[in-house]
Structure formats: structure tokens, C-alpha cells
């Protein structure tokens, strides 16, 4: 895994991804999404937060913070501070044809942003393709916030208003606790992708399954072959 630091404002650098193939199950219809009540509570929160419980929240903040990633707060109460954000993405985005020697994957690895508590998630979604010179729309990715609690891991998709370092604050600073995901968007929400993006992705699955069958008759082939042997010594003649 690498890792990486970048500002909202800082230039990108050389990086492009590779394809790593998962597609993401959809929460049943009719039913709300893990966490997305705990994200509605939040936003309703950060409308009402006075300077002053910001001013104490960032305080306990820095206080928990084990990696000097500390957050500041300015005398008009907006504060900057840090998210990581990991990048699990199941194809490679284009990137800019001006590439010359392409850079190592950044698909799996955490990236870390500095950013103010006045930036959204779809600012931050932005900054994460610039960085890594991504030409595709920001409207094909979106931000998950997964949430581990009582043994369970919750993701939930961050609407493109909200504001990824409150959440941290509110949070933490512990990752396993709160942690932050760039993903194409789900099974289901293809109208973002091209007719040609579709066939590509429907010729991936193909040779995936034959892939997987091919393993399967090896693993077979195999067990076979060990039953016929123990056969063949159970049945020697004397």
C-alpha cells in the first residue's frame, strides 16, 4: 500500500490507476443504507454548532490525534485539518493522454488531503482526480463513509454537500472507527458510464468467470486424481 499528502490546492502529481475488478451489492430496496441516519443527525448537528462546541470538539480532537495530523481553528470558526481517503476503484479511469512515464498504481492505496471544514464531498472527490490527473467526470465516483461498530462495518454514500471534515471531527481521529472511500458508484447507477465503458466491463466479467471456472475443474482435476490414487492402493492385490 502507498500513500500519499496533497492539499485542495496543491498541483497533481504523476499517478494513474489500475484495474482491480469488485463490483459493490446494493442495500435492498425500501430499505435506508447503514449509518444514513447517523449521517442525517450529523448534518443537522454541524447547522447548530456554536464556535464555541467547535472550539472544544477540535480541542478533544487534538488532544486523541497520535500522528500530528492535528486540525486548526481560525478566529472566524472554520478549521482545516486532515482526511485519508482510500481508493478502491474496479477499473482504471482515463487519464490525461499527456502522461508520459506512467507513475505506480494509486488504486488501494491512502491518500491523504488537507482540507478547510467549509469543503464538500464533491470539492474533495475533485481534488482526489486531480491529484491523480484523472480527465473522467467527478459525477462517476463517489465518497462512502464506513463507519466499524459493535463488530460490524457500515459504508454509506456521502452526498456531494456534505463536509467530509466535520464528519471527522465529530468522529475522531481513529480510522477504525471512521474511514473514508472513493468508489465508482454502484451496481445500478451505470447511466454515468458509456456504451463502450459497459462492454468493457461486461468482457472483464466474461473472462473473469472463465478464469474462476478453469480454477475450479484444476481443484476438481485435482481431488480426482488423489481418490483414484488412494482407490488404486486400497485395491492392490495382495
Known amino acids: 500500500m502507498s500513500s500519499g499528502y496533497s492539499s485542495l490546492e496543491e498541483d497533481s502529481e504523476d499517478f494513474f490507476f489500475t484495474a482491480r475488478t469488485s463490483f459493490f451489492r446494493r442495500a435492498p430496496q425500501g430499505k435506508p443504507r447503514a449509518g444514513q441516519q447517523d449521517v442525517e443527525k450529523e448534518k443537522e448537528a454541524h447547522n447548530y454548532l456554536s464556535k464555541e462546541e467547535i472550539k472544544e470538539k477540535v480541542h478533544k480532537y487534538n488532544l486523541a490525534v497520535t500522528d ?8 472566524n470558526g472554520i478549521y482545516t485539518g486532515f482526511i485519508k ?33 467549509t469543503n464538500t464531498v464533491g470539492e474533495v472527490i475533485e481534488a482526489l482526480l486531480k491529484k491523480f490527473l484523472v480527465t473522467e ?63 468493457n466491463f461486461l468482457r472483464i466479467l466474461d473472462k473473469e468467470e472463465d478464469e474462476q471456472l478453469q480454477s475450479l475443474k484444476r481443484r476438481y482435476a485435482a481431488y480426482r486424481h488423489k481418490l483414484e490414487e488412494a482407490l488404486s ?4 492385490p495382495d
Not at 482504471?92 to 502522461?99: F, G, N, Y
Open 233 to 236: 492402493e486400497v485395491w492392490k
Open 85 to 117: 481517503v482510500q481508493m478502491e476503484l474496479c477499473r482504471p479511469p482515463q487519464t490525461s493522454p499527456s502522461l508520459g512515464k506512467l507513475a505506480p498504481s494509486s488504486n488501494g492505496c491512502t491518500n491523504t488531503l488537507h482540507i478547510s471544514s
Open 68 to 75: 500530528k495530523l492535528k486540525m486548526t481553528l481560525n478566529s
Open 137 to 199: 467526470s467527478p459525477a462517476k465516483f463517489a465518497l462512502y463513509k464506513r463507519c466499524h461498530r459493535e463488530d460490524q462495518v457500515y459504508a454509506c454514500k456521502l452526498s456531494d454537500r456534505e463536509h467530509p471534515l466535520y464528519l471527522r471531527l465529530v468522529a475522531g481521529p481513529r480510522t477504525d472507527t471512521l474511514s473514508f472511500v472513493l468508489r465508482e458508484h454502484e451496481i445500478g447507477e451505470w447511466e454515468a458510464f458509456s456504451l463502450p465503458e459497459l462492454q
